[in-house]
């Protein structure tokens, strides 16, 4: 049921009604407000409780007495007694209207407001009233200036119409410039009544009128066919154009807001809009382009000849160009754009404007530009920010203006079809790498020969798996990456020699002979002395592994879980979580030099560091944060001291379980959780929800196989892109093509504990110059014995520099920290400002330059002698 309309009293004692919204007819139930009765000599509103009076009987003493009657019998809770007379009255009311001869009904093109202005009731406001009725229109009354301006204030009628025959009561041009004085008649219509003129005096002049604020004139005529054919003509041409200028206005409203640049142009080319957006881009004001033709301003000359002669033969014959095009901004730089030119048509089929939709192009080579247009907007910044700062260290996988310039093969070219074979069709589930191909085989076509030649290169690219892997050069150039990434990017080169490497540890031993650790109030001085600064970065680690005789795991941890609340999390005791640190740590192998506990309680100090900054904090809740340390300390749990491509080429036991992929991170992961539930005294997990544990147990899962090498650049490069770059052009108010900003989306906080994780496994060259010496011996000496233990097995060499008699201890260092760790932690330190690490990363690099300058100068000595 619709809500009835009420009868409210103003301050003022004007009477006036707002009706119900679901209602397009006056007619309507009221319900009175309780209350003294007053006399409508304000504003009266049809209700049909007025309805069984007629409106030249309502106005007036006795009027208002007869209303009452009217409400008492509608309030009186008779349904039986209240339903008739309205009925009786709906059906007389509409007998009455269709007395002029004509039955039609009419279906209004929206609920229009019509507000009449009359000091009293005669045959003429009747006329319009009646007129609204048949029309289905929402009418009210009102008998003051006042009350009207009060009634329109509140409902924003679409026509008002003013009793101009008299000026005893009111002035009608002063009421209507009253309404007109406010912002909601802008989209009013006010019609004017007048009185007929006599036969003696010639017709008056409508300008007046017009100067007052009205818009039409009605020659007085109570005829209700003649007052409703004036409104149903005003509804069809003003209130119709006025809708639609309305939601012109919103369109217009939503250009404003639109982050691409958007640009209105006539059929001559002359720039009629553009947004803020495009002011942004370009660098111009609006008052500096409007009027202006597009011949007149800059072009870049980076654009082919032809380009302008393309778009336009193509947008002339109505139809849509789009492309890259360059254009030069006020300031005389050259930005890259993607562009969709629309033509519109007018009537007759004519073209009467051109809309351009313009994107800045967000690759790799615009972050420049991006960063300029902010500038020219009013930045004096001189400082790019980190997440733009990363090194150009590899090499360019594609050159295209190298194949731009194949000249002398163009012509063959000409005519180039591509085969069907090239392309990837559509499948019912298709993959965005299919489209993406598809959407390029289709650019193809109609592409000019050497932006054709680009695109299969680009193709090439696209149909291999490693696209987030940089292309090496040859080994000659620098023979200890290409090692490094051989050694820790690949599986190995699958051959097998005559005796295979299989694990002779019992990876499954009993620890019933380990003594509990006890508790964290209760450890001796000199342990306790060390953790006290464990929140500090430049904790030294080899000092807690010293003296907690190489069980530094279940110390650190106990401390730090604590501090982070993870056994009140897990609802588990702290003698659970005890046990579970001694059983994990005992099944780190102590006679790796590198891949020990050690390395295990580095990597989750490191994390509980990174989950004490700000933004990180921001980003991740409680789960995270328990899954984070908890994979930290499993990470390498079990690591045999060789790599996945040793394990892979020797044929392990363990590559064969897991099919060679990501051999030792599922082995880590499935060994901890097995160790975990196996027993209930270390079960952490044993009383939490069934759906916390199955959440908590992809989450460490995840951030652990993170840690696997083959995949670093695609989560370097996804964190980048989804992290970096929106962050940055959120903070500047740069326009970008970029993922969603939002930090707290499962999505983007998956890509935050990946990051984290894989920086605090491999922090080691950002820590103080004597950790990081310490930890760069210690994997030295790990990959000199599997080369060693290779040598000896017949294996393949899978890092051949890392020869304890020829390595260079600084060369590797210097190769690690160029190809792997410098573009990473440029990424983590733009999202948690990690100013101390950074700086500590320019040491030491720093360090290892000085170390390997002398070492190369001494073997130059000789010769130069």
Known sequence: MGCAPSIHVSQSGVIYCRDSEESNSPRQTTSVSQGPAAPLHGLFVQTDAADAIPPSRASGPLGAIRVRRARAELGSGSSAGSAAPAATTCRGRRRHCCSSGEAETQTSYTSVKVLLIFAKEDSQSDGFWWACDRAGYRCNIARTPESALECFLDKHHEIIVIDHRQTRSFDAES????????????????????????????????????????????????????????????????????????????????????????????????????????????????????????????????????????????????????????????????????????????????????????KLCCTTDNNKQIHKIHRDSGDNSQTEPHSFRYKNRRKESIDVKSISSRGSDAPSLQNRRYPSMARIHSMTIEAPITKVINIINAAQENSPVTVAEALDRVLEILRTTELYSPQLGTKDEDPHTSDLVGGLMTDGLRRLSGNEYVFTKNVHQSHSHLAMPITINDVPPSIAQLLDNEESWDFNIFELEAVTHKRPLVYLGLKVFSRFGVCEFLNCSETTLRAWLQVIEANYHSSNAYHNSTHAADVLHATAFFLGKERVKGSLDQLDEVAALIAATVHDVDHPGRTNSFLCNAGSELAVLYNDTAVLESHHTALAFQLTVKDTKCNIFKNIDRNHYRTLRQAIIDMVLATEMTKHFEHVNKFVNSINKPMAAETEGIDCECNSTGKNFPENQILIKRMMIKCADVANPCRPLDLCIEWAGRISEEYFAQTDEEKRQGLPVVMPVFDRNTCSIPKSQISFIDYFITDMFDAWDAFAHLPALMQHLADNYKHWKTLDDLKCKSLRLPSDS
């Open 175 to 358: 009421v209507c410039r009253s309404i007109r004085a406010t912002n909601p008649s802008e989209h009013t219509v006010i019609l004017a009544v007048v009185s007929q003129a006599s036969d003696d005096h010639e017709e008056a002049s409508v300008l007046p009128l017009l100067h007052a604020g009205f818009n039409r004139r009605f020659m007085e005529n109570s005829s209700i066919i003649a007052c409703y054919n004036e409104l149903i003509q005003i509804e069809h041409g003003e209130v119709r154009s006025q809708f639609k200028l309305r939601a012109c206005n919103s369109v217009f409203t939503a250009l404003d807001h639109c982050h691409e640049a958007i640009e209105i142009t006539s059929d001559d080319h002359v720039i009629q809009y553009v947004n803020p957006a495009f002011e942004r881009m370009m660098g111009y004001h609006k008052g500096e382009l409007l009027g202006k033709e597009l011949a007149d301003l800059p072009k870049s000359d980076k654009n082919r000849a032809d380009l302008l002669d393309t778009i336009n033969t193509c947008i002339k014959k109505g139809k849509e160009w789009q492309g890259v095009y360059y254009a030069r901004r006020k300031s005389g730089d050259s930005i890259q754009q993607h562009v969709k030119i629309t033509p519109v048509i007018g009537q007759g089929g004519k073209i009467r404007h051109f809309v351009s939709l313009k």
